[in-house]
């Protein structure tokens, strides 16, 4: 166990814990689609504590599964964590693996609340996939898995109505 000296406890977090992870600190390929991308996680050090994990990734993309165009978006990810945290190098695979895959919208966006749903289980989540217009229209897609835990601070995801974003 490893000792945080500015705090004077216990973290729990030796190289040991990272044992389990394949691709942080190693090279990797892009998954070719969201089924062969791996979510991993890690423990969270603050279990316990209630707090806003926001991952953000402004230039989203995927496939039209009918016109085989390209769909732009940019999601806000906000969740609090239970006992895991997302590995950020994993999520970030996990997106990518959607450049080349054929979905709407709204299958794409609540796919990842899903995936990190079931890979950390967190006490809160909240997505906002703000999708760029085709056809003249945007298609702004939200999935949130109840309410915020009392007392806990979830900023406005701050991505405007749009208006030629």
């Known amino acids: 166990m490893a000792e945080n000296r500015d705090f004077g406890y216990v973290t729990g977090m030796t190289d040991a814990t990272y044992d389990n992870l ?5 090279p990797g390929a892009m998954p070719a689609n969201p089924d ?4 991993e996680r890690v423990p969270n050090p603050h279990a316990g504590r209630d707090y806003v994990v926001r991952f953000t990734a402004p230039e989203f993309t995927s ?4 016109t085989g ?5 940019h999601l806000v990810l906000d969740y609090v964590p239970g006992e895991w ?5 994993s999520l970030k695979f996990l997106l990518g693996s959607f450049r080349n895959h054929g979905a709407f ?5 609540v796919t990842i609340a899903r995936r990190v749903e079931q890979a950390i289980v967190p006490r809160w989540l909240r997505i906002g996939g703000y999708w760029y217009p085709r056809g003249g229209m945007p298609i702004d897609v939200y999935y949130q898995s109840g309410p915020s835990p009392d007392g806990v601070w979830v900023p406005d995801q701050g991505v405007a ?5």
Request: hydrophobic share 30%.
């Open 36 to 39: 062969e991308a791996r979510l």
């Open 22 to 26: 394949t691709l942080l600190g190693n």
């Open 69 to 73: 165009q390209p769909d732009f978006a």
């Open 161 to 165: 109505p749009y208006r030629g974003r």
């Open 63 to 66: 496939l039209c599964p009918v």
């Open 105 to 109: 919208h709204e299958e794409c966006t």
């Open 85 to 89: 945290l997302v590995e950020s190098k």
